[in-house]
């Protein structure tokens, strides 16, 4: 049983129209900022066919992890025509205990990037709390933080406490945690639909924050030959594994550990007896086999350290 999923759209100031171009997503005349694919959180479930995801899995927790568990994961795509925030996320610990959510660890996979476009994350160097306040009072905190251009195919690792924002021309796909608590330390002045300036959170992200300069702790390897393609790991950071698959024929593999997320980047065909384009998401159940045949590019993400 392959369930395929429904997303739920989101309306930001900064949003765009590459997921329509893309993926041929519309909601009437609104711009469309992010797609949640694969999601339970209350901000936004994603749909089956009659239900939600939340609804089956409560159901159906073994679809999950072999002993049965909550989905620990939020499965999006981004489309940056602006700058986004410069933001922070906390930890679990912190989230749990002031928000009543999880904190928030991610991966960015660069889905499509305009040229010079690219992304803040972490800090040029190691900075102190008074110098890094200093600089958002006077509207210069890009000075301190670190830029690297993306391009198509780029991944990053983001950990919780590590701040960063998406920049213009960035198309991302990005999986986290099953969190929505984001702390904006900085947005550029700009103002809402009402004309208001949207709220910042200072306190509550300089408790959370890694003022250390920025450390890549990515991971990802080289594009290995495989059976019906190319599988390059991505990243694995004990919250979740993310691999790219380059389909190019027939591609099987279980769901032994975990369940495993298909997100389609690019291209077209089957999966079981399901025909997908760019765009399909799709949730397979732990001790699932899954076939994909066809050619095209494909996210995998599961959780195989999850269980004991």
Known sequence: MILRLKPVF????????????????????????????ISVHPDGKSMLQNE??????????????????????????????????????????????????????????????????????????????????????????EELLNFIPVKAGDCFLIKAGTVHAIC???????????????????????????????????????????????????????SVPQTGGRIRLLTDCGYFRCRELLLDGRYCERAVRSFLAVNVIEGAGRIGETEFVAGNSFFVPCGEEVQLCGKGKVILTDVPNGVD
Not at 173 to 198: F, H, I, K, P
């Open 168 to 222: 213009a021309g960035c198309v991302i796909c990005e999986v986290q945690e099953s969190s929505n608590v984001t702390y904006r330390v900085y947005d550029y002045n700009r103002r809402d639909a009402n004309g208001e300036l949207r709220p910042l959170h200072i306190a509550r992200a300089m408790d959370v924050i890694d003022l250390k300069a920025y450390r890549d702790e990515t991971g990802s390897g080289p």
């Open 10 to 37: 989101k309306h930001y100031l900064w949003g765009g129209k590459e997921l329509g171009t893309l993926f041929g997503y519309e909601d009437g005349d609104k711009t469309i900022s992010e797609s949640w694919e």
């Open 52 to 141: 939600t995801l939340a609804d089956f899995l409560e159901r159906e927790p073994q679809a999950v992890f072999p002993r049965g568990g909550s989905f620990p994961l939020l499965i999006k795509y981004i489309d940056a025509a602006r700058n986004l925030s410069v933001q922070v996320h906390p930890n679990d610990e912190y989230a749990r205990r002031m928000e009543n959510d999880n904190g928030k660890t991610e991966m960015w996979y660069v889905i499509a990037a305009e040229r010079e476009a690219g992304i803040y994350c972490g800090f040029r160097r190691d900075t102190s709390r008074e110098e890094f306040l200093k600089a958002l009072a006077e509207g210069r905190a």
